[in-house]
């Protein structure tokens, strides 16, 4: 509980990082993607009609984050597509935050 406690704390402050051509090299992802995904998450999470604070990347480990994007996805109007996208961008974006 403190951790999300935390997680809406810290997102409140700052927006989750923009992905950078080396996040994409080390992934082996397309840059696009990962920008898309951040937007996406953006706009799912803290956008119009979205529930919370957008959340950060480095509030999850990697191996965390599919459970978590799942739980959201099955609350929200996302399609398969978006859910790959958001969930790229936070597992790719975490490993490079720790």
Same mark, same amino acid.
């Given at each position: 509980m403190y951790r999300m406690l935390f997680a809406v %704390? !810290? &997102? $409140?402050?700052?927006?989750?990082?923009h992905? *950078? &051509?080396?996040? !994409?090299?080390?992934a082996n992802v397309a840059l696009d993607e990962? *920008?898309?995904?951040?937007?996406?998450?953006?706009?799912? $999470?803290?956008?119009?009609?979205? $529930?919370?604070?957008?959340?950060l990347p480095q509030d999850a480990r990697a191996?965390?984050?599919?459970?978590? %994007?799942a739980d959201m996805a099955e609350r929200s109007k996302i *399609? !398969?597509?978006q859910k790959e996208l958001i969930e790229q961008?936070? %597992?790719?974006m975490s490993v490079g935050a720790r």
């Open positions: %704390v !810290a &997102a $409140c402050s700052h927006p989750p990082p992905a *950078t &051509a080396v996040d !994409a090299q080390r990962l *920008t898309r995904g951040r937007t996406l998450l953006i706009e799912k $999470c803290s956008g119009d009609g979205g $529930c919370h604070r957008t959340p191996t965390e984050w599919p459970e978590h %994007v *399609t !398969a597509h961008y936070l %597992v790719v």
